[in-house]
């Protein structure tokens, strides 16, 4: 089953302005990765995010963690077309390296 | 990273047959899972690939169904057996890298995706 939901579902902006989802999960952490899928194709890791850690960045990429409340946000900054993909939040429980994806976000960029 | 290669790309089967899909890195890892993906869904872990031993599935994924091989570090293949169209979806490999600090969390990475069609 999911560990993760995120939301939105769908989010539709214009090039240029921020982009914000939004992740949650159920249990525990080690840690927590975002990726981006564009077109049903494979994934494309952009960031992981430690549990003893806050907030990364990563180029136009802003993610925070707080796991006091088991939630995770994904911020692109300036958006572009090329944005234009699924979003998925992945957690990974204490051991096992095992990924659990949430329901992934699908951002559309109009130029 | 690394470069991680999967075949076929795509494939139509029908209905009571079995495809086998590989997956291939170009540098050793330590861990290699396998994905589902059904349609508009998100991903869905099938197994973790073991080298030299049995995969560990998941629950609601059985061997029978869906058996892998890995027969070194740098290879697997995940067989869809006796396929039905609800196998129709998007299988996907992952690797964690070997080399990396010692950690047991580190990024996976994963296969471009092989889309199967059953009808």
């Known amino acids: 089953s999911q560990q993760g939901e995120e939301d939105p579902q769908a989010l539709s902006i214009q090039e240029g302005e921020n982009a914000t989802m939004n992740c949650s999960y159920k249990?525990?952490?080690?840690?927590l990765q975002w990726y981006r899928q564009n077109s049903g194709r494979g994934l494309v890791h952009l960031i992981l995010i430690r549990s003893n850690e806050r907030e990364k960045h990563s180029g136009r990429l802003r993610v925070t963690l707080d796991t006091s409340k088991k939630s995770s946000s994904l911020l692109i900054t300036a958006s572009r077309a090329a944005d234009t993909a699924s979003y998925f939040c992945?957690?990974?429980?204490?051991?096992?390296?095992?990924?659990?994806f949430g329901g992934g976000t699908r951002v559309l960029v109009k130029p | 990273s690394a470069v991680i290669s999967q075949k076929p790309s795509r494939d139509i089967c029908q209905r009571g047959t079995s495809l086998t899909i590989q997956c291939q890195v170009d540098s050793q890892v330590t861990m290699m899972f396998w994905y589902r993906q059904q349609p508009g869904q998100s991903l869905t872990l099938i197994a973790t690939?073991?080298?030299?031993?049995?995969?560990?599935?998941e629950s609601g994924f059985v061997i029978d169904k869906f058996p892998i091989s890995r027969p070194n570090l740098t290879f697997s293949t995940l067989t869809v057996s006796n396929m039905s169209p609800e196998d129709s979806s998007i299988y996907l490999c992952?690797?964690?890298?070997?080399?990396?600090?010692?950690?047991?969390?580190?990024?996976?990475?994963f296969g471009p995706g092989t889309r199967l069609t059953v009808l």
């Open positions: 690939a073991n080298q030299g031993s049995e995969a560990t599935y």
């Open positions: 249990t525990s952490i080690n840690n």
């Open positions: 992952s690797v964690v890298l070997a080399g990396f600090h010692s950690a047991a969390w580190d990024e996976q990475f």
């Open positions: 992945a957690t990974v429980k204490a051991a096992g390296n095992k990924l659990t």
